[in-house]
Every structure is written in structure tokens, then in C-alpha cells.
């Protein structure tokens, strides 16, 4: 059995705008990073298909060697442009796996856990640290409206129960942190995860850059 996962990525340009301030023009690097770090975790684990869900602009920013599948997309709307990757699944596979690209602790035994969660009845949800949600699991049998935005965690665990959905909620301390904040940019510099984001903040930002400075304005 196989386990298709969907990461989303809308315009790479003009995400990261909360770290402009500090990353400027980087900021481009930074989701190429993230990305780069995500796929080379999902490729170790054979049973993993991904799907990159993103739009044709995006194709000259980002690298073209990933070896990976490609669901082009041109909606303004993040959740129905899961919801069109999500219907080319159906057809043939069970479940589907929805994780972000800017989950910057990510580890093998969080795909580990999900795979193995994978093979239980219904869903999986894990939250984020800001009434978000890291990683979500569905099953293609049932029909799930996505609420990623503000408070989805909350949203998408009333939908499953709306739906009579049986769902886990998985908690993964290093699935409840991505990076979208000053203050995210100092957990990674802090925590110092082996992977290309961290050596590309740590590279690319001042020596004398006060980290004990940077949190949420």
C-alpha cells in the first residue's frame, strides 16, 4: 500500500512575507530550502509517493531535478487547490496524506508515525503551535472541506466529527513548529536541526545578529 503525500506550495516569490524584514530577497531561498529538506525525508521511505502541489510560475524558482510528482494548480484559494490534488487522487488511492513544506524539525519518525497511523480506520490531525494544523490524514472514501487558514486545527477536527470521521489526534513536538515568524527563524537557530534550512539561516544571516531579539512583533 502505498501513501501519496500532497505538499502544497503556492507562490514561492512571495512566501515568508512576515521574514522580509530580516531575510529580504532570501526569503526565495529559504522556501527552496524547506523544500529540498522535506522531499530528501519523504524520498527514504519507499512506500511514499509525493506530490508537489504548486503552480506553472513556480517551475522556473524552483530546482528541476526533485524526481518527484508534479498536480499544477491556478487557484487564489489554498484549500481548493488541495481539494482539486485530492480529487486526481481518489481513483486510485485510499488515503492521502497533507503535510506544509515549512515544517523545519521534521523527522523520520514523524513519517514513521503517520505511516503507521496510515493504516488505521479514518484520519489523523496533528496541531501547530498556532491553532494550526501540521499534517493531516483523510480517507478519499469521504467527502472533507479543508479549512487550512486561521484556527484550522479546531476547524478540521469539527469537520471529522461532522462527517462521523474516526480521527487520531497525533502529537509531535517536533511537527508543531514551522517557520513563519522572527521567533521561528531563533527556535531553528536555537535547536539547530541538521538540514538545509538551518545551515542556510546560520549562513546567510549577520554573526552579530542578536537571536535572543527576534520574536513576533
Known amino acids: 500500500m502505498t501513501l501519496p503525500v500532497i505538499l502544497p506550495l503556492k507562490y514561492v516569490n512571495v512566501s515568508k512575507s512576515r521574514l522580509g524584514s530580516i531575510l529580504g530577497e532570501n526569503k526565495t531561498c529559504l522556501v527552496i ?16 509517493e509525493i506530490y508537489l502541489l504548486t503552480k506553472k510560475e513556480n517551475m522556473t524558482l524552483i530546482p528541476q531535478n526533485l524526481g518527484i510528482e508534479i498536480i499544477f ?12 490534488g485530492i480529487n486526481i487522487l481518489k481513483e486510485k488511492e485510499k488515503k492521502v ?24 480506520p479514518g484520519g489523523v490531525i496533528s496541531p501547530s503551535n498556532r491553532d494550526g494544523t501540521s499534517a493531516i490524514l483523510l ?49 531553528v537557530l536555537t535547536i539547530k536541526p541538521k538540514n538545509k534550512t ?3 539561516l546560520k549562513n546567510i544571516l ?7 531579539n527576534l520574536f513576533d512583533k
Open 97 to 120: 496524506l497533507i503535510l506544509p513544506i515549512d515544517l523545519p524539525f521534521i523527522n523520520e519518525k514523524d513519517i514513521k508515525d503517520l505511516i503507521r497511523l496510515s493504516k488505521t
Open 139 to 187: 480517507p478519499l472514501d469521504k467527502k472533507f472541506k479543508l479549512n487550512f487558514g486561521e484556527k484550522s486545527f479546531q476547524k478540521h477536527f469539527s469537520e471529522f466529527m461532522k462527517k462521523k470521521i474516526p480521527v487520531q489526534i497525533h502529537y509531535s513536538e517536533s511537527l508543531y513548529y514551522d517557520l513563519d515568524t522572527e521567533e521561528d527563524i531563533m527556535r
Open 73 to 84: 494548480e491556478d487557484e487564489e484559494d489554498l484549500n481548493k487547490a488541495l481539494e482539486k
Open 33 to 48: 530550502a524547506l523544500i529540498e529538506d522535506m522531499i530528501s525525508l519523504l524520498k527514504k521511505f519507499p512506500e511514499i
Open 198 to 200: 538551518y545551515f542556510f
Open 206 to 212: 549577520p554573526p552579530d545578529v542578536m537571536y535572543s
